[in-house]
Antibody
């Protein structure tokens, strides 16, 4: 079964850091581009970041550029999102999703709360 | 990276058809045939319904269809059913490996 499982969310103070993980199974992880998408409470989906299969191409939304870093470990079939200088507005459910020009497999999300 | 524009809400009765629009610019929706649509029920992860403007993934009913004209993409749901009630989001490639979502549309089945 094709599956994505996010982890690593939690409560963090403003200015703090957090690393999210997304464990992939059921498909050849290294063959797929991957995304991070977030959704603030009661709000819509927002694209955050994108990475190609071998990790050599990474892109970011302007709102997180310079603060977030996407990476992947094909040996562990895991996608990461390193988040630093966190702000209250980064509070959201973070989803990982598979795909290049569309997202055909999604995880259930992990919740990040930035608050003092 | 401005969000694509969707109506906040649409509604229809069972059996009717509804269309949800998604308006962008020539730098995103109008510039590429990479528009996708997602259905999200409360508390659930999004589900891909349409990709590459008009294509439907396996398992998605053919009641769901997509189209595009200029800078506006549309999702049409025909033969509305109660289970179609959800939030719907469009997403477009915006060049340089970046993407942008619409603000979302709440579909109510009356």
């Amino acid at each position: 079964e094709v599956q994505l499982v996010e982890s690593g969310g939690g409560l963090v103070q403003p200015g703090g850091s957090l690393r999210l993980s997304c464990a992939a199974s059921g498909f050849t992880f290294s063959s797929y581009w991957m995304h991070w998408v977030r959704q603030a409470p009661g709000k819509g989906l927002v694209w955050v970041s994108h990475i190609n299969g071998d990790g050599t191409i990474t892109t970011y939304a302007d709102s997180v550029k310079g603060r977030f870093t996407i990476s992947r470990d094909s040996a562990k079939n895991t996608l990461y999102l390193q988040m630093s200088s966190l702000r209250a507005e980064d509070t959201a459910v973070y989803y990982c999703a598979r795909g290049f020009n569309y997202m055909d497999v999604w995880g259930k999300g992990t919740t990040v709360t930035v608050s003092s | 990276q401005s969000a694509l524009t969707q109506p906040r809400s649409v509604s229809g009765s069972p059996g009717q058809s509804v269309t949800i629009s998604c308006t962008g610019t020539s730098s995103d929706v109008g510039g590429y045939n990479y528009v996708s649509w997602y259905q999200q029920h409360p508390g659930k992860a999004p589900k891909l319904m349409i990709y590459d403007v008009t294509k439907r993934p396996s398992g998605v009913p053919d009641r769901f269809s997509g189209s595009k004209s200029g800078n506006t993409a549309s999702l049409t749901i025909s033969g509305l059913q109660a289970e179609d009630e959800a939030d719907y989001y469009c997403c477009s490639y915006a060049g340089s490996y970046t993407f942008v979502f619409g603000g979302g549309t709440k579909l109510t089945v009356l």
